[in-house]
């Protein structure tokens, strides 16, 4: 059995249908904690002995959060700034978070099609993400496809649910340890993974 960490960060939960679906889907299941980082630090103050050990009591780190313009809400960037300090996260001798694995969860509200290199947003979400990516890597973490459920502004509640069972699922099969990090890299998203394992 594995544990999962999911570092939710929303400016305004209040608004997203989406988020707030998710996040309720998560918070029930076993070994999953849920740290909502707006709620926790308001005023931007990171509490960063608290932070560097939860992330030491978890397998895997989620960062749950609506793409901000190409990236994650100023609380994300504010965590990763203070909480994954060089000594600890990375450098020399930086190994505390060596072999967990991180991804991102993330919704967007533009279709998946306007994520591609010839659509409207010019560049692929694994290309935004790259940052993430790299900071897992620098970290000696690996780093898994993302989730994203595309299309928020306009989504039907039948698309809702579809994404509230898919995260479920994910949140299931990671603390089952029954994600094959090798076989899931193959995708550009976790999504298709867990469609392709649903199917068989």
Same mark, same amino acid.
């Given at each position: 059995? #594995?544990?999962? $960490?999911?570092?939710?960060?929303?400016?305004?939960?209040?608004?997203?249908? %989406?988020? /707030?679906? $998710?996040?309720?889907?998560?918070?029930?299941? +076993? $070994?999953?904690?849920?740290?909502?980082?707006?709620? /926790?630090?308001?005023?931007?103050?990171?509490?960063?002995?608290?932070? /560097?050990?939860?992330? $030491?009591?978890?397998?895997?780190?989620?960062?749950?959060?609506?793409?901000?313009?190409?990236?994650? +809400?100023? &609380?994300?960037?504010?965590?990763?700034?203070?909480?994954?300090?060089?000594?600890?996260?990375?450098?020399?001798?930086?190994?505390?978070? =060596?072999?967990?694995? &991180?991804?991102?969860?993330?919704?967007?509200?533009?279709?998946?099609?306007?994520?591609?290199?010839?659509?409207?947003?010019?560049?692929?979400?694994?290309?935004?993400?790259?940052?993430?990516?790299?900071?897992?890597?620098?970290?000696?973490?690996?780093?898994? +496809?993302?989730? %994203?459920?595309?299309?928020?502004?306009?989504?039907?509640?039948?698309?809702?649910?579809?994404?509230? /069972?898919?995260?479920?699922?994910?949140?299931?099969?990671?603390? #089952?340890?029954?994600?094959?990090?090798?076989?899931?890299?193959?995708?550009?998203?976790?999504?298709?993974?867990? =469609?392709?394992?649903?199917?068989?």
């Amino acid at each position: 059995m #594995a544990s999962v $960490l999911i570092q939710f960060a929303h400016p305004a939960l209040e608004k997203s249908r %989406v988020n /707030q679906r $998710l996040l309720e889907a998560a918070s029930d299941v +076993p $070994l999953v904690t849920v740290n909502d980082l707006y709620e /926790q630090y308001p005023d931007f103050d990171i509490d960063i002995d608290r932070e /560097q050990e939860l992330l $030491l009591r978890h397998d895997y780190v989620l960062l749950h959060h609506p793409m901000y313009w190409y990236s994650a +809400p100023a &609380m994300t960037k504010q965590w990763i700034d203070l909480t994954l300090e060089h000594g600890w996260a990375y450098g020399r001798q930086g190994n505390a978070l =060596t072999g967990k694995k &991180m991804m991102n969860v993330m919704t967007t509200g533009g279709r998946q099609e306007a994520y591609q290199e010839a659509g409207y947003n010019r560049y692929t979400v694994r290309q935004f993400l790259a940052p993430f990516e790299q900071t897992a890597l620098l970290c000696k973490m690996l780093y898994l +496809p993302p989730f %994203v459920v595309h299309g928020t502004h306009r989504i039907a509640e039948e698309g809702i649910l579809e994404a509230v /069972q898919q995260y479920r699922t994910l949140l299931e099969r990671l603390t #089952a340890d029954e994600f094959n990090p090798d076989h899931a890299a193959q995708f550009a998203y976790a999504n298709d993974f867990l =469609t392709e394992k649903q199917s068989l």
